[in-house]
């Protein structure tokens, strides 16, 4: 199956630094790319969806200034916690949509970074 | 309305046993379904799409699609204590900037 790339797996921070996601599709062209943060035992949120060149859209309640989404190519997406505290603390997934070429031709899917847990001190 | 219903469970099953998973959306013009299966602490993989109406088998899976009642559902034969997973039923609205739904997942249990 298709592999989307997450970096870093796990990152600890001191509070008020930045910290940068990094997600990439590594075997087809992603038209869309979606940015999720989980907390233990509850389900995903969807914070951001971006597509290539254009300004991410933002999800109700999710802070644009301080989740930083770039989108720069069909292939990479990056995600910026500016100033992180405590509370931002999460496991944060990317996640790639894109047509992929299968047993019943070309469909169009979605598949998952490995996640980043983020602890901030 | 959410677009996309799951039950959260748990839903317990003993080894061995046939786990049946179940999903309903709103949509009608919905027209690719996917399962993903999250382990506690990872994230989510995916195990199976379907994209007509009936039966579709891949190994201990099975995914059944009924698009008239509008639910999709997940069998897992034989199951494992390490099928013991959070199960997410996810639909793609092709009408609606081909935009993935999530359900909010169910969790199984796979008792030895």
Redesign the interface.
Known sequence: ?AVVS?HPSWVICKSGTSVKIECRSLDFQA??M?WYRQFPKQ??MLMA?SNEGSKATYEQGVEKDKFLINHASLTLSTLTVTSAHPEDSS?Y?CSA?GWVW?D?GR?????????T?LSVL | QKEVEQNSGPLSVPEGAIASLNCTYSDRGSQ?F?W?RQYS??????IM?I?SNGDKEDGRFTAQLNKASQYVSLLIRDSQPSDSATY?C?V?Y?YNF???Y?G??TKLNVKP
Do not use: V
Request: glycine share 14%; no cysteine; aromatic share 20%.
């Open positions: 199956g997450q038209t869309t979606f389900s995903l969806t496991f997934i949509q299968g019943r469909n169009e899917k979605l598949f998952f970074g490995s996640g847990q | 690719s996917f993903y602490g990872k994230s989510p993989e995916l799409s994209y997410l996810a793609l092709l081909n935009k993935f999530f909010s997942g």
